[in-house]
């Protein structure tokens, strides 16, 4: 019996000693700590969201254009958009405009446009569509839509 009782004290001792050790280095790793966050934690979140802004650049896929009409002539002349584009068409001249299809069944046959009167189409069909001016027959300029 004091056998057991000694064995037993033994392993009680052995376990106070295990968890004084144990307490002691955690003691020390709490002085270790705060040193390592505080350098390691500040200066990471400074600089991360400059990575969403090439969204605005890519106008290609926009889905309205617009054209001028400026100095007897169309700018841009020529014009690549996607199918269901509206492009709007705006006269920036004094004298009267008009936004006429070469090919006489259409899509394109706008009024005379006075000052700052516009004129819209949209493009569903892939192709190019050539227009011109009906007063001024040397005003050209296309549309070349894609999908
Ligand atoms: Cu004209």
Not at 33 to 49: E, K
């Amino acid at each position: 019996m004091q056998k057991k009782l000694a064995v037993v004290v033994i392993i009680l001792l052995l376990i106070i000693a295990v968890v004084l050790l144990y307490n002691s280095r955690g003691k020390s790793n709490v002085f270790v700590l705060p040193q390592a966050s505080t350098a390691v934690s500040s200066p990471s979140p400074v600089t991360v969201a400059p990575s969403s802004t090439s969204l605005p650049s890519s106008s290609s896929s926009t889905q309205t254009s617009q054209v001028s009409i400026k100095n007897f002539a169309y700018s841009p002349a020529t014009i690549t958009v996607k199918v269901g584009t509206t492009i709007t068409w705006k006269n920036e001249d004094s004298a009267l405009h008009t936004v006429t299809s070469d090919d006489t069944s259409g899509p394109l046959d706008s009024d005379q446009l006075a000052t700052g009167d516009t004129y819209s189409e949209t493009f569903y069909t892939v192709g190019q569509f050539s227009y011109h001016c009906d007063p001024h027959s040397n005003m050209k300029a296309a549309i070349i839509v894609t999908n």
